[in-house]
């Protein structure tokens, strides 16, 4: 199930960029963070995609949304110019940014890839 950030959940569960100069994600899971708003067109094409992805990879990656609408300085942080922009998080690397709705498919090589998740076999 995805979940949705606040910049609070975010300092508390994702990164504390507010007290830390070094990227340190606070997680033991990968995640992905989607940043969306609801106007937006390809944003509700990817939303299907991370839900589904979020049940097939339960426990093994994290999918979180952030509404780039209400957390404007989040979306600032990042520097988020357009949307969707994806944000993969893997445990004890940098995250690495994805810009657009991506196919199932790209999302599923992006977890092997970036995030180190082999993928899910039915």
């Known amino acids: 199930m995805t979940e949705n950030l606040t910049k609070q959940d975010f300092l508390d569960k994702i990164f504390d960029y507010e007290n830390e100069k070094e990227w340190k994600y606070?997680?033991?899971?990968p995640?992905?963070?989607d940043f969306w708003a609801e106007w937006c067109g390809p944003?509700?094409?990817v939303a299907p995609v991370l839900e589904e992805l979020s049940n097939e990879y339960e426990g093994k990656v994290k999918v979180y949304k952030v509404?780039?609408?209400t957390e404007q300085e989040l979306a600032g942080v990042f520097?988020?110019?357009?949307?969707?922009?994806l944000l993969f998080v893997p445990v004890g690397d940098k995250p690495q940014m994805a810009a657009g709705a991506l196919p199932k498919e790209q999302f599923v090589q992006a977890f092997q890839d970036v995030?180190?998740?082999p993928p899910v076999t039915a």
Request: glycine content about 14%.
């Open 26 to 29: 606070k997680g033991d899971t």
């Open 79 to 85: 520097g988020i110019r357009s949307i969707p922009s």
């Open 67 to 69: 509404d780039t609408e």
């Open 115 to 117: 995030l180190g998740v």
């Open 43 to 45: 944003c509700k094409a």
């Open 31 to 33: 995640a992905i963070i």
